[in-house]
């Protein structure tokens, strides 16, 4: 598998400054309209973490509006909007009760507000917490979610994979983040056990160890979102993303060309870490035979002709039109510490067999150069 740089990568694409305007209210005292007015008319702030704790608890829905800022790199448009608030929806990062019409409003002078309206009676602070933080996204992380469309909508990318990789490549700091993994060389978990070299061009790879606790902490309702567990801190800041990472220990690397493979699904999904090591493992084993035995090339794998089947087709053309272009026929080109028996030529004829075989070596000088580029030492031994 290939991705596309551009388009799940983007340098400086978190929001300037933190603006939000928020609010909770019992809904036997205000109606959608009412609050809407009230909070829209609110002084900005820049986190939720003070307010929250400053809750009432009788409170029964919580509100917020966030305008999305036009002039930075990246903007989503409504439609890639829609399309993050259903994935967040169908993967439990917002409730389903969430209506996608409420969510994203444009007014008369083009100006786009996010608008969030939860449910947080008796609801664990965790849960809420992942809830709110999936939608701020929206304004202080675009690049963060178009990325994630880009590698699960189009590359098949694993949602809770693509979420980790995307989070590694464009998220600037884990403060407003349901997981510790981000871009930014201060952030502490950016180690070798928890994301393996993204970015690497020559050997990509990437842990499926956060996926893995991201999901269980979705589907595992009642293990990780019971009040009397310390999920949410709350005392410098509120938020859980170090209990989110660590819900797994055990690293399972998979190499980056890999990840849209359904056994990565398989993995990612299964809740009992001893299954997913033994899914993993198998996944690995069959990987490495396939690279012992040349049965795959990371090119035919998904499904394109092998550039080395391409070079060799390429070549064998570029020979022939050599030498119908100059007019000789029936002369092979003889391989390397070969010798060939052939008919004596004259000198004219010697000279043009010689052209031939200059230009198909310089041919296949080209395109051996372009394998090694595209495919890297580790695949190159094995095409040799």
Known sequence: MEFEKDRCYFKDQH?????????????????????????????????????????????????????????MKVVLTEKEVMEWIDLCKKYDLLPKTVKNEECYYKDEEGNVWFKLRLFIYNRPQARTYLHIDSFRHLREDPGFIKSILYLHLECDVNFYVAYVMSSHLNITGTGHHAILISNTAYSSVNKPNVVHNVLDTKNPKMNLKVSRSLYKFVHQKKLFNDKDRKICKTASSWNCNSKISDITSRDLVVPLKYLSNKRVDAIVSEVDCAKAEKLWTKFIEEIEEAKKNAIIS??????????????????????????????????E????????????????????????????????????????QTLGKEFWHMLK
């Not at 008319?41 to 036009?70: N, P, S």
């Not at 998904?302 to 039109?321: L, Q, R």
């Open 298 to 331: 990371p090119v035919e794998e998904i499904g394109i002709p092998s550039i080395k089947a391409k070079y060799d087709a390429e070549v064998d053309a570029a020979a022939i039109g050599s030498i119908k272009n100059l007019h000789v026929e029936n002369i």
């Open 15 to 71: 929001v300037r400054h933190y603006a939000v305007r928020t609010t909770t209210y019992r809904s036997e005292d205000m109606t959608l309209e009412e609050i809407d007015k009230k909070v829209s008319a609110m002084d900005t702030i820049a986190c939720y973490g003070v307010f929250w704790r400053k809750l009432e608890k009788d409170h029964t829905h919580f509100y917020t509006i966030l305008a999305q800022d036009r002039t």
């Open 333 to 372: 080109i003889p391989k390397k510490k070969r010798k060939i028996k052939t008919k004596p030529v004259s000198r004219a004829e010697a000279k043009k067999m010689e052209a031939v075989r200059a230009e198909a070596k310089k041919i296949k000088t080209k395109y051996l150069k372009k394998v090694k």
